[in-house]
Every structure is written in C-alpha cells, then in structure tokens.
C-alpha cells in the first residue's frame, strides 16, 4: 500500500461558498456513489478535489455537475462519473505504485491518480494544454506528477514498466506500445473503436501477452497521432 500524495486538505480545499464550495463537492460526491461508483477512496478524492479550477472562470458553476465540459483545442474535461468509473477500474486489480496516463488535458485525472498512485507520468499532444495542467498540478502541491508533451499513443518508454496505464482518448484498437509498457500483471484502461461505436476496455498484461475485457460503452475524443 502507498500513501496518498496529495496536498493536504487546506491545499485542495477552497474555502469557497456557493457553486464551488465543499458542500456542492460533497454533493457530486453522493451523485457518483449513487451512479454505481464504490470504490470510498476513489469517491472521497472526487469529493475535495476542486474540479472548477480544472475550468475557465466563465464554466466554474458547472464544475460540479456530472457533465464533460469543454478547455479549448476541442478537447473536454470529462464527465466525473467517467473519471470515476476508469480511476475505480484501474485500480481493483490492485494498487499501482506507478501510472502512466495518456491524454493530460485539463489535468483534472491526473490529480485524481495523484492522489491514489506514487508516481504519475502524463503525456498531453497539446502544448498549451500541458502547460495549463503544469501549473494547476504545482497550484495544487501535487509534487508526484511528471508530465511530458509527445504523443502518448507511442507511451513513455523512460519510465517503464508501469503497474498501471490510463488512457483518456479513444484508439482504433489496443496500442501494442502501450501492453509493452506494462508490467506483467499491470493494468490498463482505455475507451477503444470510434464515434458512437466505442468501449471501455481494460487490459491485463500476463506473462505471454494480454488478456482484456469490456467494461461498458462510452465517447471519448480521438487518440490523435503526433504533436500540437
Ligand atoms: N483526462 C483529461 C481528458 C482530456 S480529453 C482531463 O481530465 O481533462 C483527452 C486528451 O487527450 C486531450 O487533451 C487530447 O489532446 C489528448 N490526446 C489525444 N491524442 C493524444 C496523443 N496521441 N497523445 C497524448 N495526448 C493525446
């Protein structure tokens, strides 16, 4: 078991009245529990982290509604209940000490996995994306994140074997670099196919390959390929 990394509850709290206050947190927070989401921890994390900091100013009294909300370059936040379910699934195998994500966006997942995992490595296509998430991550403390700007699809080969691998954006079909940067018996989640056509799929690696199983349908955007 590790120990939880992130900041500490004044650093995650604001002391925010309204939309944004811990009692509209809390309130999401019994949304995903009764959404189906089990996992205490998992529901605990969703419940303080301040996801309107994730957000333009103009979007904050949204932030608590169980919706996916838009951070420019046509790209989302997603929805909680998603963030939740896919935190949930990567961690019932077991308790990964390192995760690798792909797709950093807002940065709002990754400060969920930070403050479940040891260690973080997100990769983000977008620049201006990254740098956004860079700075909301050191706002909040979260010290145990190391980001990168490349195209994920091809992982991050420096750090690997990782226990765990969250993908936040929908491949054709199961990246072969992404299995080989798992350790055996790791875990990873991730939506697949395209359109209104996708699922989320959760792979584990064995000693000779990997088996997978689908979770439930979902809508991601594209894995797209290179960098912006
Ligand atoms: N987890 C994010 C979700 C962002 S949407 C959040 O909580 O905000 C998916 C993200 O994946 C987008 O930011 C998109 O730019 C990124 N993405 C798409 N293809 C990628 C690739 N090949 N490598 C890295 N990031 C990619």
Redesign the pocket.
């Known amino acids: 078991m590790t120990q939880p990394h992130a900041g500490d509850q004044e650093s995650l709290d604001d002391a925010g009245v309204g939309m944004t206050s811990p009692r509209t947190r809390e309130r999401l927070r019994q949304r995903l529990a009764a959404a189906g989401i089990g996992n205490a921890e998992v529901l605990a994390i969703m419940g303080r982290l301040p996801r309107h900091r994730?957000v333009d100013e103009a979007l904050s009294s949204h932030a608590y509604e169980d919706s996916a909300l838009p951070?420019g370059?046509g790209?989302?936040?997603?929805q909680p209940y998603m963030?939740a379910r896919m935190t949930e699934a990567l961690l019932e195998p077991g308790r990964p000490e390192t995760v690798l994500?792909?797709?950093?966006?807002?940065?709002?997942?990754?400060a969920v996995l930070a403050s479940l995992a040891r260690r973080i490595y997100s990769?983000?296509?977008?620049l201006a994306?990254l740098e956004s998430?860079r700075k909301r991550l050191r706002d909040l403390r979260l010290h145990n994140v190391r980001l990168r700007h490349?195209?994920?699809?091809?992982g991050w080969a420096d750090y690997a074997p990782y226990d765990a691998i969250l993908v936040?954006?929908a491949?054709e079909g199961i990246p072969r670099a992404l299995v080989n940067q798992l350790a055996i018996g790791g875990c990873m989640v991730l939506p697949i196919g395209h359109g209104s056509e996708q699922v989320l799929v959760r792979v584990i690696r064995t000693d000779t390959g990997y088996r997978h199983e689908i979770l439930e349908p979902v809508t991601?955007?594209?894995?797209?390929?290179?960098?912006?």
Do not use: C, M, N
């Open positions: 994730f951070i370059h790209q989302t936040l997603s963030v994500e792909i797709g950093t966006g807002s940065g709002f997942q990754t990769v983000e296509r977008i994306l998430a490349g195209d994920g699809g091809l936040t954006a491949p991601f955007v594209p894995l797209l390929g290179g960098v912006a």
